[in-house]
Each structure stands twice: as structure tokens, then as C-alpha cells.
């Protein structure tokens, strides 16, 4: 199916009564931006919208993505919420005639609006706040094991997706959650990357998928109860502590490193490196994890270039202050690499090396005897850049910035100094510089590049091509004996 864009969704939502099939959907009023225009909340395979009316609030997701057996999901996800009272999930609908877009009917998903904060938010609002923030990580803890106790997993846990209303943890997103029911498909999305095993394919979709992320998750929250500071240092506002490649290179990792001076962490360390080290099905539970009842391995388990298990050495966990130790194996070497970076080995015939050898004398024979100049083309642009009167882009685009008022792209990117609040910068205040930029990229565009450029190119790039390129092409044809 072809889903619509972004846009034609953001004109649709603008008439529910009209756009909306769903009769409750049909008597809501939209969350807004600055100008009265719906407000946006981008996903991966969705954009989502905030619907209210006088009693009930919904998120209605619309797909911009295909999702591979997206009704048969949902069929059995809203199953299972229908008979499963767990405290952590919200109610979520498949509607089939969901949204309204140029007489085509596309399916949408009503799920109960959560009014709190994401995960991220919420540490950033407390963060001065160490009981609040243990709470938060005795809560997580008790919420992973009572998904294991029922084998389901979310598939993408992440800041974005837990939030957190009256200090009670909820998760959204339900498109890659693992049902018993569902154990005939695949995973159709790989999660956020500072949050997964690196390993992780879409042939990895069972009960088990949400390990990895639940110790990174746990993990970051207690560090952040130990010592707060930690959060401005690394978080990115894109994890909570961890990124990818702390999980590539534990051993080389600044925040690991620093995390095993902390006499209440130094343990989870080790451990957190044994389970970067372990293959995707060998990792514990969460509660494992934190009881430390399991052994580790001191080598990875698995080749990042090939993605194999490998032989290895396992061991129990290491003693306090005790270090693993890291080694890559190659199944299809013995010999010991120590990068991640997977080794190449390219190998070359002896009538390679003497074909090369020949072209290469050839050059630097003949050419000497034959001198070419080439004009270089910047300085050849220049000219005619001069002789046409062709302002350069840059002088000739900041008039019309001033006129249309366009914020420079530089005010229109992310400054964490000055703008804490990622969702503000995303939903809000760049789309307010986009939609200001309209106007100024039309008339700018238009006429600078029709007025001005269209004629000095055509001129520029004949002349260029002609004289340059030919000789070109006939240094090719004497080197190679063809003929031009």
C-alpha cells in the first residue's frame, strides 16, 4: 500500500468531522501548534496526532510506513489488552477506515491518550531528586518481570515509549510488541540503536527481545540515582546514559569507565560488559542480571562482521573490581583481532599487477611528451559567474531571508544549552522555521536560479565540457589505441 506523507495527513486532521470515520473521533478538537496549525508527534512509521473532547483524549497514529501484518497485530494486541489487566499498557483500536485522504480510506490506530512525561522528561524534571529517581527504577524493574511472567515483549523500549503519569510507568507504540499469538511473524522494526544489542535482526522477535533494553534502561536509571550528574554529561537527549557504541566497545567506553568508580555500580559494570560480550539469545533477564546468577563470557560470542557465534571462553562473574577482558574471535581466522572493524583481505593475480604496472608507465611516459592544460574549474566558474553577473548563492540568499524573516539554519538547530526541551524544538519551533521558509525558498529559488543561473551554467558548462573533456578523451584514445 502507499501510505500518504506527512502532509497530506496534516491537512486531513484539520476537519475530523469530515477526515474521521470513528464517531468519537468525529467531535474532537486537535492539539495545535503556533498558528493554529495540528500539532505533530513523528515516529517511525507514524505520525501522531492528540484528539480530546470534553470527556476522553486519544492519540491517533497514522501510518506513513508499511508495517508487514499490521491488522492481524492489532487484532491480537487489542486481544490481549481487552483481557489483560497490567497497568502498564493503554487500550489500543485498529480502525480499518480510519482517515479520509483524496476518497481513499487508510487504517489508523486509536489508543488512549497518556497526558504525562516521556521517560527522558520525567528524569530531567527530578533529576535533583535521587528518591524519585529510585523509585523509578524499583517500578521498571517490577514492570520487566511481570512481562516475562506473561512472555511478551514491546520491541522497542526506549525514552520515548515509557511514559510516566502521577509516578506510574506506562508504554506506547505497540507495533513491534511480541504476543505468543504473533510467534509466526517477524519483528518489522529493530528498535532505537541506544537501546539494542547491536546484533538484533528482524529474525530476533520473541519473548525475549526486550532483555537487552531493559538492563540498558535499569541500568541508566541507576546510575542517575547514584550520581544525577551523569545526565547532563550523557544524555543526548536521544538515550538515557548509553549509546551504540558503548555496547561496540564496553572496554574502551568514557562512561563505563567512569561508572566503575562508583563503589555501588562497579559490579553492574562487569556484568553490563559480559552481556555486551554475549550473543543476542544468551542474555539474562533483567532480574538475573541483577542478582548476578549467571555466568559470563571474557571474549564476545559473536563476530560483528559476520555476525556468528564464535567459540568461547565463559567464566563466573568478575570479583569486585576485576575487569573482563576484550577479544574478537573471527570464525574464519584463528587469527585475534582486536577492532571491531572486520579485516580485508584482498588478493590479487599476477596479471593484475603487471597490467597495472604497464597502465601506470604509460602514463607517466606519455604525457610528458604530450602537455595538456586543464583549466581548473573553479577559477573558470568564477569568470563567467563575473561575465554573467551571477551573485554568489550566499550573498544573493540572505536578502531574502531578512525579508521572508527566516531564522538562520544555524537558530534552527538543536542547541541543548538553550533548548531542553527536545520535543518543543522538534514539534514545535522547527516547524515554525520551515513553515517561515516556505515563502523566502520559493522566490528565492525561482528567480535565482532562472534569472541568474540558468544562463551563466549554460554558457559555462558547454564551453567547460567541450574543450576540457575533449581532451580528455582523446588522451584516452592515444593511451588506449581506439579511436575517438
Not at 521498571?140 to 510507568?169: C, E, P, T, Y
Not at 539494542?196 to 546510575?223: E, T
Not at 551523569?230 to 564496553?250: M, S
Not at 562473574?317 to 577479544?327: A, D, N, Y
Request: proline fraction near 6%; include cysteine.
Amino acid at each position: 500500500m502507499q501510505w500518504p506523507s506527512g502532509d497530506r495527513y496534516q491537512e486531513a486532521v484539520q476537519n475530523p468531522s469530515t477526515s474521521f470515520f470513528d464517531s468519537e473521533l468525529k467531535i474532537c478538537t486537535i492539539e495545535t501548534m503556533l498558528h493554529g496549525l495540528p500539532k505533530p508527534y513523528a515516529g517511525n512509521f507514524t505520525t501522531t496526532y492528540h484528539l480530546y473532547n470534553h470527556s476522553n483524549h486519544w492519540a491517533v497514529r497514522c501510518f506513513t510506513r508499511d508495517i508487514p501484518d499490521l491488522q492481524k497485530r492489532y487484532k491480537e494486541i487489542g486481544r490481549f489488552l481487552q483481557i489483560s489487566d497490567t497497568g502498564f499498557f493503554v487500550d489500543a483500536t485498529y480502525v480499518p477506515n480510519g482517515i479520509l485522504i483524496n476518497g481513499q480510506w487508510y487504517p489508523v490506530i486509536k489508543m488512549t491518550w497518556v497526558d504525562g512525561d516521556t521517560l527522558s522528561h520525567f528524569i530531567n524534571n527530578n533529576i535533583s531528586n535521587p528518591g524519585t529517581l529510585g523509585s523509578l527504577v524499583n517500578s521498571f524493574q517490577s514492570m520487566i518481570a511481570a512481562m516475562d511472567s506473561m512472555d511478551l515483549a514491546h520491541g522497542d523500549l526506549q525514552h520515548g515509549n515509557i511514559m510516566i503519569k502521577n509516578r506510574q510507568i506506562f508504554l506506547i507504540d505497540y507495533d513491534g510488541m511480541y504476543l505468543p499469538a504473533l510467534s509466526d511473524l517477524q519483528a518489522n522494526e529493530l528498535g532505537h540503536p541506544n537501546y539494542q544489542h547491536p546484533m538484533r535482526s528482524d529474525c530476533h522477535y520473541d519473548a525475549n527481545m526486550d532483555r537487552f533494553s531493559s538492563i540498558v534502561i535499569w541500568f541508566g536509571l541507576k546510575a542517575l540515582s547514584v550520581d544525577p550528574k551523569l545526565w547532563d554529561k550523557y544524555n543526548t537527549y536521544e538515550n538515557i546514559l548509553f549509546t551504540r557504541n558503548d555496547f561496540l566497545d564496553p572496554d574502551n567506553s568514557q562512561l563505563l569507565t567512569e561508572l566503575a568508580t562508583y563503589p555501588k555500580l562497579i559490579n553492574f559494570v562487569d556484568k553490563f560488559k559480559g552481556v555486551c560480550f554475549m550473543g543476542i539469545d544468551q542474555i539474562p533477564t533483567l532480574d538475573q542480571f541483577i542478582s548476578g546468577d549467571i555466568t559470563y563470557p571474557t571474549v564476545r560470542e559473536y563476530s560483528i562482521a559476520s555476525n556468528k557465534l564464535v567459540s568461547i571462553k565463559p567464566r563466573p562473574v568478575p570479583s569486585t573490581g576485576e575487569s573482563l577482558t576484550k577479544e574478537y574471535y573471527y570464525p574464519d581466522s584463528s587469527v585475534e583481532n582486536t577492532t571491531v572493524t572486520p579485516v580485508l583481505q584482498t588478493k590479487f593475480s599476477h596479471k593484475w599487477i603487471i597490467a597495472i604496472a604497464l597502465i601506470g608507465f604509460l602514463i607517466f611516459s606519455v604525457i610528458p611528451i604530450f602537455p595538456i592544460t586543464i583549466s581548473k574549474q573553479v577559477p573558470y566558474e568564477e569568470s563567467y559567474q563575473e561575465s554573467y553577473q551571477v551573485p554568489s548563492q550566499e550573498l544573493y540568499q540572505v536578502p531574502y531571508q531578512e525579508a521572508y524573516n527566516v531564522p538562520s539554519q544555524r537558530d534552527c538547530s538543536w542547541d541543548q544549552a538553550n533548548l531542553k526541551d527536545y520535543s518543543y524544538y522538534q514539534n514545535v519551533y522547527l516547524p515554525n522555521c520551515e513553515s517561515s521558509g516556505i515563502a523566502y525558498r520559493t522566490v528565492y529559488r525561482t528567480e535565482y536560479r532562472t534569472t541568474y543561473r540558468t544562463a551563466y551554467r549554460t554558457a559555462y558548462r558547454t564551453k567547460y565540457k567541450t574543450e576540457n573533456l575533449t581532451r580528455y578523451v582523446n588522451l584516452f584514445a592515444l593511451l588506449t589505441g581506439s579511436k575517438s
